[in-house]
């Protein structure tokens, strides 16, 4: 177990971060001693969906070896210039699920919430990465239509944070909507999806503890990390402060080629999120984005890894494997 001394964070070192992260694949590349050959791809890949890697998660790379699980994530790569069957730009078809401006309603009780168009780190393999977030950034008075939507429907529970990453959002702007959401009687719980505290965990400072904290509703943090050498010790840190305000923690992560398609990967990844004190909670098959077909891993293979996997770790640290299909009641399970 890591050290996980409570350590007091200023606010805004997080913002200066962001604003720091490498977003040229040029740089990336320099910085990670990669070979050259690999730059025309980035390029290309940089084109269709922009680099964007904080230093904090860069640290966690080894340079020059381009088969890195962290690298993988956030490299550009010529594969994402081709054209495969089947890979579309909205998988999930969350155009038809949009009530509102800023609003995504697919399940029973709980509906999404577009906190913020911009993340802090750019996943190749991210489902949302044609997502309209121009056609998708409410204003004051949009997010004012959103939250009588909410208000009108007393089956709604759970107001999820997603984006983008919510939490690149300013937390002034976040407690403003939490203190919305608390005027609605029949809303419990807040969920927030995420990976700044994974990449930028500074991002976990006293601003986002203090509404964290303050606020009536459940909260419940969905991280996205899929892979053990993500967790290092501010990234334990970080949870430990969330925990310490009330936090549950959680993660899902997405089975990706070249990532943590091994057992061997995905019994390190559930074994060290527990020593941070987090949940393994789904593990998600790849939904099918134009540019990342590069990543997938059939549903059979899936099967098979997760079913020797539930050999190796207790039921509690078991990920549920799930597919996520357009238009179905709920995640699908596989
Ligand atoms: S942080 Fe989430 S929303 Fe942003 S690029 Fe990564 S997977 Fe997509």
Redesign the pocket.
Known sequence: MQDTTLIVKDSAGWKRQLSRAVRDPLELCRRLALDESLLPGAKGGHALFET?VPEAFLARITPADASDPLLRQVLPLSEETRAVSGFIDDPLEEAEQRPARGLIHKYHGRVLLIASP??????R?????HFPYADNAPSRAQWLEALDYLRDDDSIREAIF????PLAANDKQLAWLVDELEGIAHIKRLRI????PV?IPDRVDDALLAWLSATRLQTVMVL?INHANEIDAAVVNACARLQKAGVTILNQS?ILRGVNDSVAALEALSERLFEARILPYYLHVLDPVAGAAHFDVSDDEARELVDKLRERLPGFLMPRLVREIPGAPSKTPL
Do not use: M
């Open positions: 964007c911009t993340c802090a780190v750019n996943c393999y991210c489902f949302r990465r997603s984006g983008g990453d999806h995420t990976r700044l990449v996205h997405v």
